[in-house]
């Protein structure tokens, strides 16, 4: 019997370590710091077109949730997948990776 529970117990907590694992991150620019503990990130993609093979430039901008108000208009950022913290924002704000030079 304690065996089963342990591995009940060991299996709860990998299904929990997966579920972050998977989690997407992104990195772009802050575009707008704006609204109150949210930045708008411009993250820009790069992909071959299917038909053309010519290298195509593709840009999303996602609001991300910052807590501490720490990003600044033209930083560089690490965003993370979360759950739906209102109608449009489904990121948070992880780290810095350059600020902006002046």
């Known amino acids: 019997m304690t065996e089963t529970a342990e ?13 972050d694992r998977h989690r997407r991150r992104m990195t772009g620019i802050v575009v707008s710091t704006k609204m109150e503990k949210t930045a708008v990130v411009s993250v820009t993609r790069v992909f071959l077109h299917a038909k053309y093979r010519k290298y195509v430039r593709r840009r999303a901008r996602y609001m ?14 690490v965003i993370e997948e979360c759950r739906p913290l ?17």
């Open 7 to 19: 591995n009940h117990n060991e299996a709860a907590q990998d299904q929990g370590n997966h579920l």
């Open 64 to 77: 991300a949730h910052d807590e501490a108000g720490a990003c600044a208009v033209g930083d560089q950022v």
């Open 86 to 102: 209102s109608k449009h924002k489904r990121w948070v704000y992880k780290s810095t990776l350059r600020k902006k030079e002046d």
